[in-house]
């Protein structure tokens, strides 16, 4: 198991904390398979009313490790990976998620919060999600979930110009709850976290199905579709100039 993802169990609270600075948290498959191990584990637990994410001081994530991309483009087909089964795993939660974001929040830095119930942020924080740029594509539901809390044209400002978001304008869009201090960024999360971890459970979890009822099959088809789209252009020739420009910047 990787130690770049650290679990904190405690008060009802599911903790999962994205642990990997020196590369801005960028994710690799280990540390996928270990995100989905804590929310299989957390939502089969009675101990467990809340999942938290949260990453370091001023990085959320920088996403997918391109590293990690160039491995996948020359392997099969996505579906059935740690990835895929990490979207499933969040879209089908049934027990509240809450994130908290500081910094960087790249790709599915960003989509992430997507399939949060709470989504904090702090003002320095950056919501970017650069598929086009890296020749990729929309991923995790996010082309059906932004135009659906956002519209249309700030769907297409975020997933296919790829313009950044700050927090405000995320906030504003309808796309996270609050922003907040960085100094108050964790405590303001895990106390909203931990209000939603003291209220009845089974009510809790009929609420939640009620509020995303209508879209969750929708959800999962789209993460599917993705999935599909998003592993034939992993294995473009764009794609692989986009990750190689990327590994050779500072060259
Ligand atoms: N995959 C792999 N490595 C990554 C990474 C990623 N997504 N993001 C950052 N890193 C690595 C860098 O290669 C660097 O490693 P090195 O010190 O061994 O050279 C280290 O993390 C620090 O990153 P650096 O780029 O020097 O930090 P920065 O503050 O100048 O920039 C970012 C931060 C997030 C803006 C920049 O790293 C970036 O654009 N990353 C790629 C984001 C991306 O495109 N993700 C995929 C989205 S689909």
Do not use: C
């Not at 599915?108 to 320095?124: E, Y």
Request: hydrophobic share 45%; no cysteine; proline share 4%.
């Amino acid at each position: 198991m990787t130690d770049h993802i650290r679990i904190e169990r405690r008060d009802g609270l599911n903790i999962i904390r994205l642990n990997r600075p020196e590369k801005k948290n960028a994710l690799t498959q280990d540390m996928y398979a270990a995100m989905n191990a804590a929310l299989e584990e957390g939502e089969a637990s009675d101990e467990i009313r809340v999942h938290v994410m949260l990453g370091v001081e001023g990085i959320f994530t920088s996403g997918n490790d391109i590293a990690d991309f160039m491995k996948m483009a020359s392997g099969g087909d996505l579906s059935g990976g740690e990835v895929h089964r990490f979207l499933h795993n969040m879209a089908g939660l049934k027990k509240p998620f809450v994130t908290g974001a500081d910094g960087i929040a790249v790709g599915i830095g960003t989509t992430i919060h997507f399939h949060a119930d709470m989504t904090f942020a702090t003002p320095r924080t950056n919501f970017h999600t650069p598929f086009t740029d890296l020749a990729l594509v929309p991923e995790a539901g996010s082309s059906l979930l932004v135009p659906h809390l956002a519209g249309h044209q700030r769907a297409y400002a975020m997933l296919a110009a790829g313009l950044p978001f700050s927090a405000e304008e995320a906030r504003e869009a309808g796309l996270i709850w609050k922003v907040v201090e960085e100094d108050r960024l964790e405590s303001e999360t895990l106390a909203a976290a931990a209000a939603l971890a003291k209220k009845p459970p089974e009510a809790m979890a009929i609420a939640k199905d009620l509020l995303r009822r209508t879209e969750r099959e929708a959800i999962s088809s789209r993460i599917d579709e993705e999935v599909r789209l998003f592993g034939e252009r992993l294995k473009s020739a764009e794609a692989m100039a986009a990750f190689q420009a990327f590994m050779m910047r500072k060259k």
